[in-house]
């Protein structure tokens, strides 16, 4: 567990630095710590609702082995986007900067990196999937159960994580700002102040 | 992963277990045995045995309320979980009121219980007050482990949320938490009802039972607006 922990922490904060060059040299090197800060408070947060679920879904997991599952899947995430990292540094670093007149191409570097998060995610969970089933005989629907709770959980609260730790990565026409470590509750441009409220303004854009 | 598989409740001696898959495994459920005074007992002193007891082993659990063994034993667990299990959430919630989510889950079905009882003889379903006891507090049991499995999450939501007012505040976060918990765990009555043939007779009254957890459901709502939940 604690090697699948070091190999978390160096292999997303390879990724955080990537995609924090896109805005400056400052947001990359806060990456290095934060990455890895957001999934493991994630974990950590969700850890007792992870075997809770696990449980409900009667499966006779232990709560070390639930969070070692867990730990697999976050890791494997992790890797997978780290070995994306040079890509992401690349394209951070040639990507048409956005002005105060344009955003030039920091739409399609954060759609970019929004697509290999989701895809990076599913691959592990995927492949976690075929584990349970051969070592620990977990039918396909609790399976899929399970690691649908998990992955709403994970959303649900890694969300509100990455809110609060954020940015994480950004315009480059702030590159004179100076940000604090973490926003926190700090408004968006929508005026948003938390996760769900940035969600419920994409769906219901305030006037 | 090569972590070993948690022991089995009821330790080596103990009645046989169906293997790591036990969700959807009805046809086994015939040749499991009730959970014992002892085991019921020995989770007490393992809290995380608890959530084996009233989660996991469904098959087990509707076998001890079906053969009335150590039945007692069993609801008393179960009260215990359903207050203890939510005092948590609770603390996180309000500290100067702990209890409250604990009395929202546990309280609701104790006003309605004598309701079930009642009707449930007036129809014809032949389950003694503690086969019916126990079968009521799986709910606030079930509901109170959700609710002990969120509480990190919601202190984390509540530490990191705007204070005051917003569209989204971590009060109507807590209020959907409690929700799902509270649905959580009337789904897991509905599970042990239906995992178990021997359960048949109530079963079949389905529409007891629908109306019932209509019921409770309407007095949880009212019982959250006194207590201030909402």
Known sequence: MIRATVVLALASASYGFSIGASHSWLYATRNLVKFPLLILTTAGVCALAYFVVARFL??????????????????????????????????????????????????????????????????????????????????????????????????????????????????????????????GTAPDFRGARSFYEAVWNLVQPPR | MTGPIEPPLSGPAGPPLPDAREGGAAPATACL??????????????????????????ARLVTSIRAEASLWHLVAVLLLCSIVGALPFGAVLDRGKTGHVALLFTGSVLICFPSLQVFSSYLGVRLSIAQNLALALLIPAAAALFCFGFFPIYW?????????????????????????????????????????????????????????????????????VVLGIL
Not at chain 1, 65 to 92: H, N
Not at chain 2, 44 to 58: D, K, S, T, V, Y
Not at chain 2, 168 to 194: P, Q, Y
């Open chain 1, 58 to 183: 009667a499966t006779r997991l232990s709560f070390v082995q639930v969070q070692r599952l867990v730990l697999d899947i976050f890791r494997d995430t992790a890797v997978l986007l780290a070995s994306l990292s040079p890509v992401s540094l690349f394209l951070a670093l040639t990507m048409v900067q956005p002005t105060r007149e344009s955003l030039g191409e920091y739409p399609m570097f954060q759609g970019l990196n929004i697509c290999w998060i989701a895809l990076c995610g599913c691959l592990a969970v995927g492949q976690k999937a075929r584990d349970l089933l051969r070592e620990h005989r977990l039918d396909r629907p609790h399976r899929l159960a399970m690691l649908t709770a998990w992955l709403a959980l994970s959303l649900f609260a890694g969300g509100q994580c990455a809110w609060y730790m954020r940015p994480f990565f950004g315009i480059g026409a702030l590159k004179g700002d100076s940000p604090p470590f973490f926003l």
């Open chain 2, 33 to 58: 045995l009730p959970f014992t005074a002892d085991e019921l007992r020995a989770a007490l002193h393992h809290p995380q045995r608890l959530l084996g007891i009233i989660l996991a082993e469904r």
């Open chain 2, 156 to 224: 984390f939501l509540e530490a990191t949320m705007p204070a005051e007012r917003a569209v989204l505040s971590a009060k109507d976060i807590a209020i959907g938490l409690l929700t799902i918990s509270l649905v959580l765990g009337l789904s897991h009555l509905n599970r042990c009802l239906f995992v178990d043939s021997a359960l048949q007779e109530m079963r079949s009254s389905w529409l007891l039972l629908l109306g019932w957890q209509s019921l409770l459901l309407f007095i949880t709502y009212r019982m959250a």
